[in-house]
């Protein structure tokens, strides 16, 4: 690879660092070899659960040129969401932190727009698209790949000295870049995240999406299986004890980014007020955010079916 590749690697990656990523990695745009069979596999054993999007566009999730044709480089991102911010009441329903603030599609997207028109701006005329947890793309292979960190036995991306607490999102593009090395595992022999897991989803390096929490929480739009109760752990929507057990995580920091700050009330609500919350509560607190994805409805679901008798 050039030096001129070397060269527009370092322009994106100095870039991303200006406009606030935590880390920037790129890696060819190639077949996802390892991936197809591995994905299969899941698919085969219906870890999707009721996600049946995950089975669409098999082709497309494992070779990102079927997304950009003449696609020669995938750009990963990772943005950090880490907060210490905590609810008041302690006995109250829970919420993954990642979804305190404003909902990050929108706000990653925002910021992906000035690094779009850095490369095409700096660096000639070339396709550009982006993603952002959206398109049939495998972002967790290619942040992998492109060095951003490793998947851990709960498959989340671990990146070393500054833990899992970040954003994924994606560029492909046709413009030819340095890859980076792949990252490489750093797990050892601990299993934390498979011990703490609530629902026993965990197995090193794989996760029963019919059997997780932030699952069962979002994506689930049937009832949720009587086999739960009282083993969802408080949590109202999502779940963060895999990452809260990870040992890597000690060394995140918190977040600098003003929209990801808790909304207006969130952490302020008691028991009670979740216990009692109504459709105009929920839109005032949670306009905006990614908790609409699950709708009132699934909320109260949700929050009904912590606190059944």
Known sequence: MGSEAQRRSLSIKTKARELGFLACGVARADLLEDEAPRLERWLRRGGQGGMAYMERHFDVRIDPRRLLPGAKSVISLAYNYQTDRVRTDPEAPKVSRYAFGRDYHKVLRKRLMPLIDHVQEQLGEVEV???????????????????????????????????????????????????????????????????????????????????????????????????????????????????????????????????????????????????????????????????????????RRNIDFLYRS
């Open 129 to 299: 698209r982006a993603f952002v947890d959206s398109a049939p793309v495998l972002e967790k292979a290619w942040a992998e790949r492109a060095g951003i960190g490793w998947r851990g036995k709960h498959t989340n991306v671990i990146r070393k000295g500054q833990g899992s607490w970040f954003f994924l999102c994606e560029m492909i593009t046709d413009l030819e870049l340095e890859p980076d090395a792949p990252a490489t595992d750093h797990c050892g022999t601990c299993r934390r995240c498979v011990d703490a897991c609530p629902t026993a989803a965990i197995t090193p390096y794989g996760v029963d999406g019919s059997r997780c929490i932030s699952y069962l929480t979002i994506e689930l739009k049937d009832a949720i299986p009587d086999e739960f109760t009282g083993r969802m752990d408080g949590w109202a929507f999502g779940c963060d004890v895999c990452q809260e057990v990870c040992p890597w995580n000690r060394f995140a920091v918190p977040h600098s980014e003003p929209e990801f700050g808790p909304r207006e009330g969130l952490l302020e609500l008691s028991q009670r007020e979740w216990v009692e919350m109504t459709e105009a509560v929920f839109e005032r607190i949670f306009t905006g955010s990614a908790v609409k994805r699950a709708k009132f409805v699934g909320l």
